[in-house]
């Protein structure tokens, strides 16, 4: 469906001279219009609230609430506002959690500005942009994630695997309980919860399949 009424758009940046630069950008858009800026995240969430914006340009690091706090509360008081986050950071550590958050774009602050003006417009249709560098992340996320799903060991906790490691290498129930701290009777509920999630029916047969499926090395004897 093609959107007839002017693209509004909410600014968040704590710098005032970005905020002026992106204002004068989109004023030249006649499909596009600023309804509102915000140098905060607080003021950010309030603002969405009143406003309702089709886009919202979002900054990451700012004082007070930062840029993915942001990023969630937007989404819970203006759900149909899409967030482009608009940073100069690619990192994972703030990458993953704008995305889980809600944004719909990540683009640097070194995008060209035409590309930023199609970022808007194709987000009002729900269709994200990333910068390369970010893309490239987040399919390796993806690829990392889908090998995790792959193991056959993945719907083992951390524990589960550390004790089934602990009887590949001939550990009795008694001997894992000393070795990690912890009573014989949740070591027997560990080996009961490994038996059933591998589908095996005694903890010989569990360790032989950790041997095969490598989870064992000669080392680890």
Same mark, same amino acid.
């Given at each position: ?128 942009? @990333?910068?390369? &560098?970010?893309? /490239?992340? =987040? ?7 889908? $090998?995790? +799903? !792959? ?48 589908? @095996?029916?005694? &903890?010989?047969? /569990?360790? =032989? ?7 064992? $090395?000669? +080392? !680890?004897?």
């Amino acid at each position: 469906m093609t959107k007839t009424e002017p693209i509004t758009i909410l600014i968040v940046d704590d710098h005032s001279i970005v905020r002026q630069g992106l204002c004068a950008l989109f004023k030249i858009q006649p499909d596009c219009r600023v309804v509102g800026e915000a140098d905060a995240g607080e003021s950010a969430v309030r603002l969405a609230a009143e406003l309702v914006p089709d886009v919202i340009l979002m900054d990451l690091v700012m004082p007070g609430m930062d840029g993915v706090e942001a990023t969630r509360q937007v989404k819970q008081v203006s759900p149909r506002s899409q967030v482009i986050v608009l940073t100069s950071y690619h990192d994972d550590e703030h990458i993953f959690p704008a995305l889980r958050a809600g944004a719909l774009s990540y683009v640097l602050k070194d995008i060209e500005p035409e590309q930023l003006v199609e970022t808007v417009r194709r987000a009002v249709h729900g269709e994200s942009m @990333m910068h390369p &560098r970010v893309a /490239a992340r =987040v399919v390796q996320e993806i690829r990392d994630t889908q $090998r995790a +799903d !792959d193991s056959p060991f993945a719907e083992l906790s951390d524990r589960e695997l550390e004790v089934l490691r602990l009887i590949a290498g001939g550990l009795t129930n008694a001997e894992i309980a000393e070795r990690l701290i912890i009573s014989e009777k949740t070591v027997k509920g560990h080996v009961s919860n490994i038996l059933s999630k591998l589908h @095996m029916l005694d &903890r010989t047969k /569990a360790a =032989v399949f950790a041997w095969q499926q490598g989870l064992m $090395r000669p +080392d !680890d004897e």
